[in-house]
């Protein structure tokens, strides 16, 4: 079974079927740790974002790429036909103040 992590993700605008059960519900969607990987190789790959926090990776990649439709990068991810975007069953919590890499790693294993 493949699990999905709630991750940089929020309902937005996004129809029914993939919202949560109300307004105020937790976003439902999330992203796989292939797809976070993705991520990483588009954006550069492990050299690229090696050292840096999650906050400045959120700086310096999420923002940048969600800025003009403000929406989550969930949302815009699926609209491009993203595979490794759906329905998260999984949260994962962490302090955005450690490496980003880290966190992966941690996932990962």
Wanted: aromatic share 10%; hydrophobic share 35%.
């Amino acid at each position: 079974m493949r699990r999905f992590t709630q991750f940089w993700c929020s309902s937005g605008n996004l129809p029914p079927d993939q919202l949560s059960e109300g307004p105020n519900d937790f976003p439902s969607l999330g992203i796989t740790l292939k797809g976070i990987k993705h991520f990483i190789e588009t954006r550069g790959g492990v050299e690229a974002i090696a050292g840096l926090k999650t906050a400045e990776v959120c700086e310096n990649f999420v923002k940048p790429f969600t800025a003009s439709s403000q929406e989550s990068y969930c949302t815009i991810a699926t609209r491009q036909d993203n595979e490794e975007i759906m329905r998260a069953t999984v949260f994962v919590s962490h302090a955005w103040k450690h490496e980003f890499l880290d966190v992966v790693d941690a996932l990962e294993n």
